[in-house]
């Protein structure tokens, strides 16, 4: 009896990727960004999901995030910042490594802007969120920001605050990208993350993503997004009716 042994032979098909260029690790103004760490790229990959990634990109390649070597942020009485916080739903470490660039977790810096305290300020240029504090200080955030062509500025309250929102893109996002889906139920898996913040009467939100990757970027359709470790802590600290700043 002859007997036919079949060999399957995988093709691992690769593509090279240019590196866009970092911005600087320090910056000027009311905005000063300490100095963090070197971050070594990694090579691109191709991750597909649900997340917040899914409503702009659909399955697209993305790099796979920077190798974090960075301990972890700490506030202005050395204790660290991300030690004891709840992502939500086990959707993702609270501590190191993160797949995002250092210069974004979340940290205490000073601030001398003419805001007043409580005031969340974005700055969409250089990708960061700043809540003021006092003392001269605010806690500042990395963000997603929207695409060329989607970015804005202007000056909104905080309408209203929910965890785990569902997801209903509106008409025009779904004429661009007819294959996104209608709705989508609030959970780890939804493009708004673990909790949302509404801004006005406005179709803008600052929400959560579980795609780490997408902070620091031109990413989205105008909202504004941070991790969900980040925008748990965020929700928690800002109230409704917080005045909000896009710069």
């Not at 359709?221 to 991790?227: A, H, K, M």
Request: with cysteine.
């Amino acid at each position: 009896m002859l007997r036919f042994v079949g060999v399957l032979v995988a093709v691992v098909v690769c593509a090279d990727a240019a590196c866009a260029q970092q911005p600087p690790l320090m910056q000027q103004g009311p905005y000063a960004t300490p100095p963090m760490v070197v971050v070594v790229p990694a090579q691109p990959q191709r991750r597909g999901g649900l997340g917040g990634g899914f409503v702009e990109f659909l399955f697209g390649d993305r790099p796979a995030g920077p190798i974090v070597s960075a301990p972890p942020p700490t506030d202005r009485y050395q204790r660290p910042i991300y030690a004891n916080a709840d992502p939500g739903g086990g959707v993702q470490s609270p501590t190191p490594p993160f797949d995002v660039d250092p210069r974004y977790m979340r940290h205490e810096v000073a601030y001398d802007g003419n805001e007043p305290p409580g005031t969340v300020v974005i700055d969409t240029p250089n990708k960061f969120l700043y809540l003021v504090e006092k003392d001269s200080k605010a806690m500042r955030y990395g963000i997603g920001v929207g695409r060329p062509g989607f970015t804005w500025a202007g000056v909104h309250k905080v309408s209203a605050k929910k965890e785990w929102p569902d997801w209903v893109p509106p008409p025009e996002m779904i004429e661009r990208q007819p294959d996104l889906p209608h709705f989508m139920a609030g959970g780890p898996r939804n493009p708004l993350g673990a909790r949302a913040l509404y801004l006005g009467s406005t179709l803008y939100r600052i929400h959560g993503t579980n795609e780490d990757w997408t902070i620091g970027t031109n990413v989205s359709s105008g909202c504004i997004r941070l991790r969900n470790a980040d925008v748990i802590d965020l929700y928690n600290r800002v109230p409704v009716g917080a005045t909000v700043v896009v710069m």
